[in-house]
Structures are given as structure tokens and as C-alpha cells.
């Protein structure tokens, strides 16, 4: 791995920023995309309609943040792998919420994280599942622990 430098992040951390943002950019209906660790802390974020807000000059609240859908992910996570667990049902690998003005996926990638998508209502489910499953397929082997780790420092100074 590529270490992180004075000049920025490391090679992998840069391919993954660029990975999540060409999946909100190349897939339409996608309004944003997260990543979430075991534990619950957002890895990564691209959220499109932010920096539209602010240009704007319209208040960038947490509501409906990437902060905000770091948190659902968690939590869908956190009950479906609970209930996977009652049902003997092995692992799980995505789950899907389709709501009236919207819909969430969300993607095992390794280790307990997760890669969460908010979408339209009207969007293409099976062509989201698709591209979460390609970013998934290419993130997957290079989310280490210390890439991990990188990752949630880069979040933390962002904040």
C-alpha cells in the first residue's frame, strides 16, 4: 500500500474517492453515496447535491447528509445482519428499501463495511445493484485496515 504523504492521501484512497464519485456521476438516479466501517464511522462520501447547496448559498443542514446516510447504513446493516443471524440465514450481502420519494441500498463490501446508496424513486434498482456490486468487486481487496484507517482520518479532518 501506498503510504499517505505530506502531500495528500495515499494511491488507494484516491482510487476509492474516485470510484465512489464516478458511481454517483456515471449511474443516474443516485443522489449519494457512502461508505460506513464495522463500527458504524463513515470511510468515504460523495455527495453531489452539497456542494450544489452551498454554491447556492443554501443551508447544507445534516438532514439528508452523507452523514445522515452513513447512519442509516449502519443501522440497516446493524438489523439485518441481527435478523440473518435469528434466521440462520448466513451472510448478507444487500438490502434494498424502496420508499415513496426514494429508495437506500445497501452492499456488503468486507469486513462488516458497507457501501450505501440513496436514490430516486424512479430509479433502475438492477442497474444501482449492478454498479454497487462492481465498485464492491474493485474496493473490496484493497479496504485494509490501514487504508481503513487513512480513510477515517481524512473524515475527521474534513469535519
Known amino acids: ?17 474516485w470510484l465512489l464519485s464516478n458511481l ?8 449519494s453515496v457512502t461508505v460506513v466501517s464495522s463500527d458504524g464511522l463513515m470511510l468515504l462520501s460523495s455527495d453531489p447535491g452539497l456542494a450544489t447547496a452551498k454554491a ?9 447528509s452523507s452523514a445522515d446516510l452513513a447512519t442509516i447504513v449502519s443501522g440497516i446493516g446493524s438489523l439485518t445482519i441481527g435478523a440473518a443471524k435469528l434466521m440462520d440465514g448466513g ?10 420519494e426514494g429508495s437506500v441500498f445497501v452492499m456488503s463490501i468486507s469486513d462488516g463495511s458497507l457501501l ?17 456490486a462492481l465498485f464492491v468487486g ?16 481524512s473524515m475527521e479532518s474534513t469535519q
Open 1 to 17: 500500500m501506498t503510504a499517505p504523504s505530506a502531500f495528500g492521501p495515499s494511491t488507494e484512497a484516491r482510487n476509492l474517492h
Open 24 to 31: 454517483v456521476e456515471e449511474v443516474p438516479g443516485v443522489h
Open 56 to 64: 447556492e448559498g443554501r443551508q447544507t443542514g445534516p438532514r439528508g
Open 91 to 100: 451472510g448478507v450481502k444487500q438490502t434494498m428499501v424502496a420508499m415513496d
Open 116 to 132: 450505501g446508496v440513496h436514490a430516486t424513486p424512479d430509479c433502475d434498482m438492477s442497474v444501482i445493484a449492478y454498479h454497487m
Open 138 to 153: 474493485r474496493a473490496g481487496h484493497v479496504l485494509t485496515p490501514e487504508l481503513r484507517s487513512e480513510l477515517r482520518k
